[in-house]
């Protein structure tokens, strides 16, 4: 039972910060409600939490025009950093190294990707949920004599 999964997709491209540095934030909100996520960036005090922040919710409003979907009903499906072009500073940007070795400044860049999908409602597979609360107490009582007896 397989269904398709519905993707809710922005990116950036270019940015100039370092995908580690990105993944650092990106790892504290994967998996979050989107408003929680926006809730949880506008207090890091990352560079790339800023990034991050605007990158939601532009996903946010791609959900809400072109699905119907509201900012509630989406979560942070997934979401990644990877390496953008490298910029090195050449001829004279860099440093002097050892042994006469030139070690060149790189300014490296991320590309960010966004993934919304909207939640599934929990399937309710055990007959434990089904239970009133008077046969969960029965139940507890009955382990705890049995419990008692050995």
């Known amino acids: 039972m397989s269904a ?27 998996g979050m409600d989107a408003t929680d996520a926006l809730d949880t960036l506008r207090f890091m005090p990352h560079k790339s939490a800023e990034l991050v922040y605007k990158l939601i919710q532009s996903a946010i409003a791609n959900a809400e025009e072109n699905f119907g979907l509201d900012a509630d009903e989406v979560y942070v499906y997934r979401i990644y950093a990877d390496d953008g072009p490298r ?30 999908s909207e939640r599934e409602p929990a399937e309710v597979t055990s007959a434990a949920a089904y239970a009133t609360n008077e046969e969960v107490v029965d139940v507890v009582a009955e382990a705890d004599s049995a419990v008692g007896e050995s």
């Open 4 to 30: 398709e999964v519905l993707e809710i997709r922005a990116s950036a491209k270019h940015v100039q910060i370092s995908p580690q540095k990105v993944r650092l934030v990106l790892d504290v909100v994967r």
């Open 87 to 116: 910029h090195r500073l050449r001829p004279f940007g860099g440093r002097f190294g050892a042994r006469g070795k030139f070690k060149p400044i790189i300014n490296r860049s991320a590309h960010i990707t966004v993934v919304l």
